[in-house]
């Protein structure tokens, strides 16, 4: 099992990934934070991608996921991080470390933590 964090969502979704991303995603149950879906619909809205979670290919994807919530666990977690960044790469990252699922993220910032268990790229 790996979370995917939002941005490798959208590569993902892109065709975009690299191999060493692509080889830790074969034969691995995903998941995604839900704060993720409001990542993208906000991206949307923003106009920097052109697909959201709404859109039939996206919803598709996200309904393979396991889909962890944003409870009072994971939001208490998120505020004790050895990192700051932006609050829904710190809801992503406590969901992985609450969860115990490695995360898959490109975030220098979050590759960083010595907390967050991380899915190593070659």
């Known amino acids: 099992m790996l979370n995917l964090d939002t941005h490798i969502v959208l ?4 065709g975009s990934l690299n191999t060493s991303e692509l080889s830790l995603l074969r034969g691995q149950r995903l998941g995604v934070s839900s704060i993720v879906h409001w990542e993208l619909a906000k991206l949307k809205q923003l106009g920097r991608i052109a ?25 208490v977690r998120s505020t004790r991080l050895d990192f700051r960044g932006d609050p829904a790469d710190e809801l992503i990252a406590a969901t992985s ?23 190593h790229l070659s």
């Not at 590569?11 to 892109?14: E, K």
């Open 97 to 119: 470390i609450v969860h115990h699922v490695p995360l898959l993220t490109r975030d220098s910032v979050i590759r960083s933590s010595l907390l967050v268990p991380l899915a």
């Open 11 to 14: 590569h993902l979704l892109a």
């Open 51 to 75: 697909q959201g979670p709404d859109e039939p290919a996206v919803a598709a994807f996200l309904r393979e996921c396991t889909i962890w919530e944003i409870d009072a666990e994971v939001a």
